[in-house]
């Protein structure tokens, strides 16, 4: 199976909840296009993490309809999901390293799920390593990372599949102005290759910085229209 359609994220009347507590997120309409570097910008609580979890179909609407390169994410069969995460690169902000693997495999492990060969494999995450500054790191253990070396190691491994989407949560909470924007660089570079870009974020001197598209949630609620890219 394969996705097909343009490389897109698409929602249409988007509502969710848990259970029956109030909509976290509550009738969003927008189109991002191939391409496009996004900020996904609010307060915490605003709903921006949840937003990005379905992107990822990592969850499912309570409503309405999620589209990601024109295929709805939460009608995908088990068997489609795969390939939906392949396409998609995601920095959550829990990132969930392998503290009994060495950087090097924490970055293979995308690639040995999808049945890549070791060989192969290695030389990939080796190369997205050098790519986000981690190239003399290989063998060192997440422990022995600095908070910004391992989320430039959370990078990597979003990053090696050769996604069509990026997408970060807070990728630059906590962090040092240096190591920001040594991580920030590291989005530019991709989606300067035509990686569709979304990072959330509540740091309005980053957004103005990198000037972007930017969408804006409160209470789960766009506060402008972001509608469709002219």
Request: aromatic content about 6%; overall charge neutral.
């Amino acid at each position: 199976m394969t996705l097909t359609g343009p490389i897109m994220i698409e929602f249409k009347h988007v509502f969710k909840s848990y259970g029956r507590s109030p909509n976290i997120l509550v009738d969003l309409n927008f189109r991002i296009d191939a391409g496009e570097f996004i900020f996904i910008s609010g307060p915490s609580g605003a709903g921006k993490s949840t937003l990005l979890r379905l992107i990822g179909g990592l969850e499912a609407p309570s409503r309405g309809a999620v589209l990601v390169q024109g295929n709805r994410v939460d009608q995908l069969p088990a068997r489609g999901l795969p390939y939906l995460r392949r396409s998609i690169g995601l920095i959550l902000q829990d990132i969930h390293l392998l503290n009994d693997r060495s950087a090097l495999h924490n970055v293979m492990l995308p690639l040995e799920v999808l049945g890549i060969a070791p060989m192969t494999a290695n030389k990939r995450a080796r190369a997205a390593l050098e790519k986000v500054g981690l190239g003399d790191k290989c063998d060192h253990y997440p422990v022995e990372l600095s908070g910004g070396e391992q989320q430039r190691l959370a990078i990597a491994r979003a990053i090696v599949n050769r996604p069509a989407v990026v997408i970060a949560d807070e990728p630059t909470a906590n962090l040092d102005d240096e190591t920001a924007q040594k991580i920030m660089d590291v989005f530019l570079d991709f989606n300067q290759v035509g990686v569709t870009t979304l990072i959330a974020s509540h740091d309005q001197r980053l957004m103005k910085e990198y000037a972007r598209r930017t969408f804006t949630l409160d209470a789960g609620r766009f506060t402008d229209q972001p509608g469709v890219p002219s």
